[in-house]
């Protein structure tokens, strides 16, 4: 079942990715959406804010008109822009058209920028194309395709223009123009790279976190459908009441898997209670032993479930619990779990209905079958008892007295006893019971008894005792009648629910239809979905899907959330934040490189623009060998799989790697130290510039001396370098969003300082050289302004889309740690379906109904050539048994009794027996066998070459069950005796009964073991000759006991099995 979800989900996830608009949607409104709005506030601040700075320095509306009208035109367009952004259903239809617009109109802006109010420069309006083009990859609407390829078109664009117009126009004084634009070229392939690098790992981020809300609505679906599978399984074994504790203590044991201290009271959990005033029916089907010899596997399964289960539901009609099915005898118990005061009433007329169905069986057929029936009220002991193969049964002097009711009946009548009569309240005539008294047990304890008369049949209904004529009947074997006849009772098939797929977990394809929705239409299914939730699981599944998308939209993190702080992002649960932030990041070395490859192009800008000197390759040497250390600790474990076969000294290497990903503490510092170079290097070689003495004199004062071109125009490329180190922050996508602020807050005021205080006196120079005091330029053509201006820009975009981040690698730690939490959930009900299910059939039959292609109306049932069966009883336990209120009424002794059977139980677990099958206790009698799990008798070997081992297992283990009384009578100062039977031949097994379904076997084989237990010695294992000869060739020694007399078998010749060689031997 499980590796068929898993299938179904990889066939959904591929149809989420490739075909299904549903991830297109949830990618859509919770990244393009929110981050488009963002984009427009941005955008709309700057227009505001180089307004307010170009009035704020004292520049005149009529020297900078082209500019400033421009500015005031982008205000309107982008604040027309921002309305219809703002409905989410005009951004589903048309989210393609605005992002092209918006667009065209920054890439418009920029051009304006580079052409009004100055000089065009080689460096000019860099910061904004680059803007731009991280703008296309992390904010507009666009394929990862499309994306690269605006971004290039941008990039070479502005090459070409600046490239050409500046070499054509000559408007400056000098320079190398030729290295300033190769510089150009490098800082706008660099945002290529750094905005595609951008956009792959934070789409595949949002994949994870789209797939693992997918899984999660999966495992949520799969664990309300194994939880309800659960508890029909549970219910179907045991009553609610009892089931309720069992089921928590089995969780609890499941889950924790450490050692557990041993108990203090020495005593296993005892699951029994006591109850009053209930009635017990025990009814047995006389002539069904005779008729069972005929029939084949199938036909006697076949057979055993039909009856059994129309047995059931007149349990059922008249408010009776099965208890259990012991080869053909049922019975059961009325006013249980809850109190009934009819209860009398109930089980006579149960026994009444149960006499009239074989009734018509037997005159439909003509087979001579009947039915007996004993019913007797009191109080009983119901409950659990042992560790394996859990059937619920009942305990009681009151039960041994309805067992002879049944034993001391008249075939057809339902026997009841003084106490039943006395609460029937005279609505069922009796009449006395003669026979009644030929049972031991009833005359010993002289109970008065009678027998109830049908009222049906004082209308006819009765009058056919005797089978049909045989002119009325098919010539056919009995079996095949009866097989035939019972048929058409349609009895449910034991574990049809297990079978059943459950409808909670919708099929991929059932999914995959409502995903094949236009996108106009999205919204509108969801409430759609929503109201026709109830009709169908499989819509309300895909309705949570749906709602899924609404919950992964980053706008979100506004809102207040029980998971997550919407201030500090942290999360609610402070071991959820401890395990966040200890969390594994296998992507770190992917970081490291991002950032060595922003902090090699800032090499390469200064090393073409800039002053080269002493500590300008000092510093960089430095930083390079830290930076080539660091990637070789990053790849340590790719280099160590190129070099398997390398010198043994070098196979040390992954460890490198592993512990750069998985220790926070190595990692986090590491990480920001790398930042921090590159932010400093950015900068660091500005301050080792020769000083020109360059005074700081007024716009219309004369300069002189004039600082070297060089010095001059390579103060804006350090002002991109700087923000191309901002950049370096938004590399490590899984950086805390705090520790990032920090660093660019950092970085903002130190860069500020640097070009708006101590280095002005540089861009003072710059712009006086350029325009040799005749004019102003405008706010962007003066380094400082421009400088301090692109910075802002760049910081309040990344801390936007570092916290945007931070919220969805959160949200995918979320998902990821709720689905592996249902993933634990789900893998604890398997293990308990799988207990409980083992707890009443063995392993490999258990397999036969919970495997992906069995067939509901499938009836389990297999034949073995050679079984060997053992009955273990306690005869002594019977004398033991009182009850009285020093032993709560009976309740002590069955806490011993439940030590007992729990303690042979232990020994099943040992590998020695682990072909030991329990099949069932009966009071305390405790049955067995061995060779269930061997091929089945069609196809074993012939008899010269089978192999008799599991016979040789089967006395083992009967002598370890002798070991273990013993063991236990020493502790509780008793002396019982095990008196074992043991028997081995053919066999048939089956599952039989709907509601609650039950292993069992049957046969000779299994009837004469029994005999064997009950005609024998304590303290003895009595076997049959032919097992003997058998145990014989094993090396066992026999003692002959004689010939005895065996109720149904006539005249056996049995055997004792010697012990103490074995006990000696072990």
Known sequence: MLENSKTQLGHYRQRCEKEGPLYETYYRLTQQYPVILLLLLIVLAVCCALIIITFATGRTFSDNVGFLVTIFCALGIFSILFIPVCIKKVVQKCMQIIGVVIWGCLVTLGYVFIFTSGLVSAWDQIYWTLFVIISLYTMLPLSMKWAIFSGLSCFVAHIIVL?????????????????????????????????????????????????????????????????????????????AYIATEMKAEIIERLKDKRPQPENTNNFHNLYIKRHKDVSILYADIVGFTLLSSECSPKELVLMLNELFGKFDQIAKDNDCMRIKILGDCYYCVSGLPEFLTNHAKNCVQMGLDMCQAIRKLRKATGVDINMRVGVHSGNVLCGVIGLQKWQYDVWSHDVTLANHMEAGGVPGRVHITEATLSHLENEY??????????????????????????????????????????????????????????????????????????????????????????????????????????????????????????????????KKSKDVNRITLYFNDKAAEKEYRLSDLPSFKYYTACCFFIFTCNFIVQILVSHRNAAFGISYGISFFFFLLLLFMCFAGHLAR???????????????????SSRPWIRVPLGIFTILIVLVMAVFNLFFLPDNNCPQNSWNS???????????????????????????????????????????????????????????????????????????????????????????????????????????????????????????????????NRVLLENVLPADVAQQFIGQNRRNEDLYYQSYDCVCVLFASIPDFKEFYTECDENHEGLECLRLLNEIIADFDELLSKPKFSSVEKIKTIGSAYMAATGLNATSGQENPQDGDRNYNHIGIMVEFAIALIGKLDLINKHSFNNFKLRIGINHGPVVAGVIGAQKP?????????????????????????????????????????????????????????????????????
């Not at 750094?194 to 999966?218: C, M, P, Q, W």
């Not at 190129?642 to 512990?659: F, M, N, V």
């Not at 901002?726 to 950086?735: G, I, K, Q, R």
């Open 163 to 239: 490239s050409v117009y500046v070499s054509t126009a000559r408007q400056l004084p000098g320079g190398d123009i030729a290295l300033q634009m190769i510089a150009d070229a490098v800082i706008l392939l660099c945002g290529n790279v750094i905005g595609g690098y951008h956009k792959r790992v934070t789409e595949s981020a949002l994949k994870d976190t789209y797939h693992e809300a997918i899984n999660f609505i999966h495992s949520r679906l799969k664990l309300v459908s194994q939880e309800r599978q659960q508890e029909r399984l549970l219910l179907s074994i045991l009553p």
């Open 429 to 558: 005539e009796v009449e006395e019971a003669t026979l009644a008294q030929q049972d031991p047990y009833l005359k010993e304890n002289n109970i008065k008894t009678c027998l109830v008369i049908d009222p049906r049949a004082c209308d006819g209904e009765a009058e056919d005792l005797l089978p049909s004529k045989s002119a009325e009947i098919p010539k056919m074997r009995a079996s095949v009648r009866m097989t035939r006849y019972l048929e058409s009772w349609g009895a449910e098939k034991p574990f049809a629910h297990l079978s059943h797929r459950d409808s909670l977990v919708p099929e991929p394809h059932s999914i995959s239809r409502n995903m094949d929705l236009p996108m106009s239409s999205i919204s509108h299914t969801w409430s759609q979905e929503k109201s026709r939730s109830t009709r169908d699981t499989n819509e309300s599944s895909n309705d949570n899907i749906f709602h899924i998308v609404e919950e992964l939209n980053s706008q979100r993190q506004w």
């Open 642 to 660: 190129c070099i398997l076969k390398g010198p043994q000294l070098l196979h040390w290497l992954p460890s490198l790697s592993i512990a750069l």
């Open 702 to 832: 004369s300069l002189s001396p004039v600082p070297e071109p060089q010095m001059l125009y390579s103060l804006p490329y350090y002002m991109y370098c700087c923000i191309l180190g901002l950049l370096a922050c938004s590399a490590f996508l899984l950086m805390n969003f705090e520790a990032k602020l920090i660093l660019l807050s950092i970085a903002l005021v130190i860069y500020n300082v640097i070009f708006l205080q101590t280095h002005s006196w540089l861009s003072d120079c710059y712009v006086n050289w350029l325009y040799m005091n005749h004019s102003r330029p405008g706010i962007l053509k003066e380094p400082k302004l421009m400088g301090s201006i692109s910075l802002f820009i760049f910081f309040f975009t990344l801390v936007a889309l570092s916290r945007q981040n931070e919220y969805y690698c959160r949200l995918d730690f979320l998902w990821k740690r709720k689905f592996r939490l249902e993933r634990e959930r789900i893998e604890t009900m398997e293990n308990l």
């Open 998 to 1066: 039950q292993y069992d076997i049957w046969g000779n084989t299994v009837n004469v073991a029994s005999r064997m237990d009950s005609t024998g010695v304590l303290g003895k294992i009595q076997v049959t000759e032919e097992t003997t000869k058998v145990l014989e060739k094993l090396g066992y020694k026999c003692e002959r006991r004689g010939v005895i007399k065996v109720k149904g078998k006539g005249q056996l010749c049995t055997y004792f099995v010697s012990t103490d060689m074995a006990r000696s031997g072990s």
